[in-house]
Protein backbone atom coordinates (compact mmCIF):
# COMPACT_ATOMS: atom_id res chain seq x y z
CA UNK A 1 0.00 0.00 0.00
CA UNK A 2 0.88 3.31 -0.69
CA UNK A 3 1.65 6.10 2.40
CA UNK A 4 3.61 9.18 3.14
CA UNK A 5 5.27 10.24 6.78
CA UNK A 6 5.77 13.56 7.07
CA UNK A 7 8.98 13.03 9.64
CA UNK A 8 8.11 16.68 11.69
CA UNK A 9 4.61 18.22 12.65
CA UNK A 10 6.16 21.23 13.02
CA UNK A 11 9.32 23.17 11.58
CA UNK A 12 10.68 26.94 12.74
CA UNK A 13 13.83 28.65 11.37
CA UNK A 14 14.71 32.09 11.42
CA UNK A 15 14.09 34.41 7.84
CA UNK A 16 17.07 33.90 5.57
CA UNK A 17 18.35 30.46 7.13
CA UNK A 18 17.44 27.41 5.04
CA UNK A 19 14.17 25.00 4.82
CA UNK A 20 14.05 21.65 5.31
CA UNK A 21 11.15 19.61 5.35
CA UNK A 22 11.40 15.83 5.72
CA UNK A 23 9.23 13.48 3.46
CA UNK A 24 9.18 9.34 3.20
CA UNK A 25 7.04 7.45 1.12
CA UNK A 26 5.74 3.86 0.93
CA UNK A 27 5.19 2.31 -2.81
CA UNK A 28 5.68 -0.78 -4.33
CA UNK A 29 6.51 0.94 -7.80
CA UNK A 30 7.63 4.29 -9.18
CA UNK A 31 5.29 6.52 -7.12
CA UNK A 32 4.26 10.29 -8.19
CA UNK A 33 5.39 12.15 -5.87
CA UNK A 34 3.93 16.25 -4.98
CA UNK A 35 4.26 18.94 -2.20
CA UNK A 36 1.32 21.29 -2.05
CA UNK A 37 1.30 24.22 0.53
CA UNK A 38 -1.50 25.58 2.35
CA UNK A 39 -1.69 29.01 3.61
CA UNK A 40 -3.87 30.33 6.05
CA UNK A 41 -7.63 30.35 4.45
CA UNK A 42 -6.29 29.80 1.33
CA UNK A 43 -6.41 26.45 -1.17
CA UNK A 44 -3.85 23.91 -1.17
CA UNK A 45 -1.55 25.07 -4.30
CA UNK A 46 1.07 22.61 -6.22
CA UNK A 47 4.68 23.69 -5.17
CA UNK A 48 6.28 21.01 -7.39
CA UNK A 49 6.17 17.47 -8.60
CA UNK A 50 8.50 14.51 -9.44
CA UNK A 51 7.94 13.22 -13.15
CA UNK A 52 10.91 10.76 -13.09
CA UNK A 53 12.44 12.92 -15.86
CA UNK A 54 15.35 14.14 -13.01
CA UNK A 55 15.23 13.36 -9.58
CA UNK A 56 16.13 17.07 -8.42
CA UNK A 57 12.81 18.95 -9.24
CA UNK A 58 12.82 22.98 -8.81
CA UNK A 59 9.33 24.29 -7.82
CA UNK A 60 7.72 27.83 -7.06
CA UNK A 61 9.45 30.54 -4.84
CA UNK A 62 12.71 28.61 -5.15
CA UNK A 63 11.73 25.36 -3.42
CA UNK A 64 13.71 22.16 -4.83
CA UNK A 65 12.89 18.61 -3.39
CA UNK A 66 15.01 15.70 -4.38
CA UNK A 67 13.62 12.11 -4.98
CA UNK A 68 15.86 9.19 -3.82
CA UNK A 69 14.55 6.01 -4.27
CA UNK A 70 17.50 3.89 -1.58
CA UNK A 71 16.18 6.32 1.07
CA UNK A 72 12.43 6.48 -0.38
CA UNK A 73 12.77 9.93 0.75
CA UNK A 74 11.19 13.24 -1.21
CA UNK A 75 13.02 16.27 1.32
CA UNK A 76 11.57 19.66 0.19
CA UNK A 77 14.12 22.39 0.82
CA UNK A 78 15.15 26.58 0.11
CA UNK A 79 18.24 28.03 0.74
CA UNK A 80 16.71 30.98 2.18
CA UNK A 81 13.37 31.24 4.21
CA UNK A 82 11.33 34.54 3.67
CA UNK A 83 8.72 35.55 6.46
CA UNK A 84 5.79 34.57 3.04
CA UNK A 85 7.09 30.92 3.33
CA UNK A 86 5.16 30.40 6.71
CA UNK A 87 2.26 27.65 5.61
CA UNK A 88 1.28 24.57 5.82
CA UNK A 89 3.31 22.17 3.88
CA UNK A 90 1.57 18.60 2.56
CA UNK A 91 4.00 15.43 0.67
CA UNK A 92 1.70 13.95 -1.34
CA UNK A 93 2.47 10.70 -3.15
CA UNK A 94 -0.20 8.80 -6.03
CA UNK A 95 0.71 5.31 -7.13
CA UNK A 96 -1.25 4.21 -9.84
CA UNK A 97 0.31 0.55 -10.71
CA UNK A 98 -0.01 0.00 -6.90
CA UNK A 99 -3.76 1.16 -5.98
CA UNK A 100 -5.38 1.13 -9.20
CA UNK A 101 -6.51 4.92 -9.44
CA UNK A 102 -4.86 8.35 -9.91
CA UNK A 103 -5.61 8.78 -5.92
CA UNK A 104 -3.43 11.55 -4.07
CA UNK A 105 -2.26 10.09 -0.42
CA UNK A 106 -1.14 12.92 1.74
CA UNK A 107 0.88 12.93 4.55
CA UNK A 108 -0.25 14.85 7.16
CA UNK A 109 1.55 18.12 7.46
CA UNK A 110 4.18 20.20 8.52
CA UNK A 111 3.50 24.02 9.77
CA UNK A 112 6.31 26.09 8.25
CA UNK A 113 7.04 29.00 10.70
CA UNK A 114 9.56 31.76 10.13
CA UNK A 115 10.46 34.01 12.98
CA UNK A 116 11.91 37.42 11.72
CA UNK B 1 -14.01 31.41 -13.91
CA UNK B 2 -10.77 29.21 -14.34
CA UNK B 3 -10.39 27.17 -11.31
CA UNK B 4 -12.08 24.84 -9.15
CA UNK B 5 -15.14 26.23 -7.45
CA UNK B 6 -16.73 24.99 -4.23
CA UNK B 7 -20.33 25.80 -2.71
CA UNK B 8 -20.96 26.92 -0.20
CA UNK B 9 -17.83 27.97 1.28
CA UNK B 10 -19.84 27.56 4.55
CA UNK B 11 -22.42 25.43 5.72
CA UNK B 12 -23.65 25.01 9.37
CA UNK B 13 -26.09 22.25 9.90
CA UNK B 14 -27.80 20.35 12.77
CA UNK B 15 -27.10 16.92 13.35
CA UNK B 16 -28.95 14.16 11.77
CA UNK B 17 -29.92 16.31 9.03
CA UNK B 18 -28.74 16.09 4.47
CA UNK B 19 -26.47 18.02 3.30
CA UNK B 20 -25.12 18.52 0.02
CA UNK B 21 -21.78 20.06 -1.21
CA UNK B 22 -20.92 21.18 -4.67
CA UNK B 23 -17.79 21.27 -7.24
CA UNK B 24 -17.43 23.05 -10.38
CA UNK B 25 -14.13 21.86 -11.78
CA UNK B 26 -11.91 23.23 -14.34
CA UNK B 27 -13.68 22.66 -17.98
CA UNK B 28 -11.98 19.99 -19.59
CA UNK B 29 -10.90 17.85 -16.30
CA UNK B 30 -11.82 14.35 -16.56
CA UNK B 31 -10.63 13.31 -13.21
CA UNK B 32 -12.94 14.55 -9.91
CA UNK B 33 -11.51 14.14 -6.24
CA UNK B 34 -13.14 14.67 -3.19
CA UNK B 35 -11.80 15.39 0.30
CA UNK B 36 -12.07 15.72 3.57
CA UNK B 37 -9.91 17.52 6.49
CA UNK B 38 -10.15 17.25 9.67
CA UNK B 39 -8.53 20.21 11.77
CA UNK B 40 -4.60 19.55 11.77
CA UNK B 41 -4.62 16.81 9.72
CA UNK B 42 -3.69 15.96 6.08
CA UNK B 43 -6.75 15.93 2.99
CA UNK B 44 -7.85 12.43 3.59
CA UNK B 45 -8.97 10.66 0.32
CA UNK B 46 -13.32 10.11 -0.09
CA UNK B 47 -13.38 9.21 -3.61
CA UNK B 48 -12.41 9.50 -7.37
CA UNK B 49 -14.28 9.72 -10.26
CA UNK B 50 -13.09 9.72 -13.95
CA UNK B 51 -15.98 11.24 -15.94
CA UNK B 52 -19.17 10.22 -14.73
CA UNK B 53 -18.35 7.03 -12.79
CA UNK B 54 -16.57 7.06 -9.61
CA UNK B 55 -13.51 4.98 -10.49
CA UNK B 56 -12.55 4.69 -6.90
CA UNK B 57 -14.96 5.08 -3.26
CA UNK B 58 -12.97 3.48 -1.19
CA UNK B 59 -12.26 6.48 1.11
CA UNK B 60 -15.89 6.78 1.45
CA UNK B 61 -16.37 6.14 5.29
CA UNK B 62 -20.28 4.98 5.36
CA UNK B 63 -22.88 4.84 3.70
CA UNK B 64 -24.14 7.63 5.20
CA UNK B 65 -21.59 9.56 2.45
CA UNK B 66 -22.61 9.56 -1.62
CA UNK B 67 -21.22 11.34 -4.38
CA UNK B 68 -22.67 11.91 -8.11
CA UNK B 69 -21.26 13.21 -11.24
CA UNK B 70 -23.92 12.86 -13.68
CA UNK B 71 -22.49 14.59 -16.48
CA UNK B 72 -18.70 14.17 -15.61
CA UNK B 73 -18.44 18.14 -14.96
CA UNK B 74 -20.05 19.27 -11.73
CA UNK B 75 -20.14 16.92 -8.89
CA UNK B 76 -22.32 16.39 -5.24
CA UNK B 77 -21.44 15.24 -1.95
CA UNK B 78 -24.41 14.19 -0.25
CA UNK B 79 -24.09 13.51 3.19
CA UNK B 80 -26.58 11.73 4.91
CA UNK B 81 -27.72 11.73 8.59
CA UNK B 82 -25.33 13.99 9.41
CA UNK B 83 -22.74 13.61 13.15
CA UNK B 84 -20.75 16.06 14.46
CA UNK B 85 -17.90 14.11 13.83
CA UNK B 86 -18.40 14.97 10.14
CA UNK B 87 -17.49 18.09 10.70
CA UNK B 88 -14.56 19.58 8.82
CA UNK B 89 -13.40 20.84 5.53
CA UNK B 90 -14.14 19.24 2.07
CA UNK B 91 -12.13 20.13 -0.45
CA UNK B 92 -12.26 19.06 -3.84
CA UNK B 93 -9.52 18.86 -7.00
CA UNK B 94 -9.68 18.36 -10.62
CA UNK B 95 -6.78 16.91 -13.22
CA UNK B 96 -6.46 15.99 -15.94
CA UNK B 97 -6.21 12.62 -16.59
CA UNK B 98 -3.09 10.62 -15.97
CA UNK B 99 0.17 9.90 -14.48
CA UNK B 100 2.19 12.82 -12.85
CA UNK B 101 -0.39 15.41 -13.18
CA UNK B 102 -1.29 18.31 -10.89
CA UNK B 103 -4.70 17.90 -9.01
CA UNK B 104 -6.45 22.08 -8.62
CA UNK B 105 -8.00 22.47 -5.41
CA UNK B 106 -10.89 24.40 -4.92
CA UNK B 107 -10.82 26.64 -1.61
CA UNK B 108 -13.45 23.87 0.16
CA UNK B 109 -16.54 24.02 2.17
CA UNK B 110 -16.52 24.34 5.80
CA UNK B 111 -18.89 22.38 7.25
CA UNK B 112 -20.16 22.32 10.57
CA UNK B 113 -22.56 19.78 12.23
CA UNK B 114 -24.27 21.21 15.90
Known amino acids: AQSVTQLDSHVSVSEGTPVLLRCNYS??????LFWYVQHPNKGLQLLLK??????LVKGINGFEAEFKKSETSFHLTKPSAHMSDAAEYFC??????????????FGTGTRLKVLA | GAGVSQTPSNKVTEKGKYVELRCDPI?????LYWYRQSLGQGPEFLIYFQGTGAADDSGLPNDRFFAVRPEGSVSTLKIQRTERGDSAVYLCASSVQGMNTEAFFGQGTRLTVV
Open chain 1, 92 to 105: VVSDPFTSGTYKYI
Open chain 2, 27 to 31: SGHTA
Open chain 1, 50 to 55: YTSAAT
Open chain 1, 27 to 32: SSYSPS
